[in-house]
């Protein structure tokens, strides 16, 4: 996922250099959906995946400020399990770039030793291929449920 993290804020940087009159317009929160594919490491489990998503949730997302919400789903029903989405709302393009560089603090904080810090990302990149999509969406306020 860390890697992930590098590609999609090189995209979201890249949206930053199109015009603000064209952005100012629009209206309702960002939305980022950003799909990703598991695998299973050697000795690997779903409980051991698990945990490691839910620390880095602990220690970093739900402590970072400008993430309205977050939400993770796995495939469920059929035999291809490996889609996983990865969804997380901020008020705004400026919120985007701003979680980002609020995660990299965050995760500095959450595992201040380099080098565990580095094992810990090394075991959880390990669940999931080194792939990914992103996209953004805008979410219409008036026609939302809260």
Do not use: C
């Not at 860390?2 to 995209?11: D, R």
């Not at 603000?20 to 309702?28: H, I, K, S």
């Not at 939305?31 to 880095?56: C, E």
């Amino acid at each position: 996922m860390k890697k992930n993290l590098l590609w999609a804020l090189l995209a979201f940087a890249f949206l930053s250099f199109l015009p603000a009159a064209g952005l100012a317009q629009l209206t309702g929160n960002v939305v980022n959906v950003q799909a990703l594919k598991t695998k299973w490491p050697d000795k690997g489990t779903m409980a051991q995946r698990d945990s490691l998503v839910s620390l880095y949730v602990e220690n970093v997302i739900r402590k970072n400020e400008h993430i309205l919400s977050h939400r993770e789903y796995t495939h469920f029903f059929t035999a291809s399990n490996q889609d996983y989405l990865v969804i997380e709302e901020y008020k705004d393009m400026a919120g985007v770039e701003a979680s980002f560089l609020r995660n990299t603090e965050l995760e500095k904080l959450g595992w201040p030793d380099e080098a565990k810090r580095k094992a810990y990302f090394d075991l959880l990149d390990s669940y999931f291929e080194n792939w990914h999509g992103d996209a953004l969406y805008r979410t219409n306020a008036k026609l939302s449920k809260n």
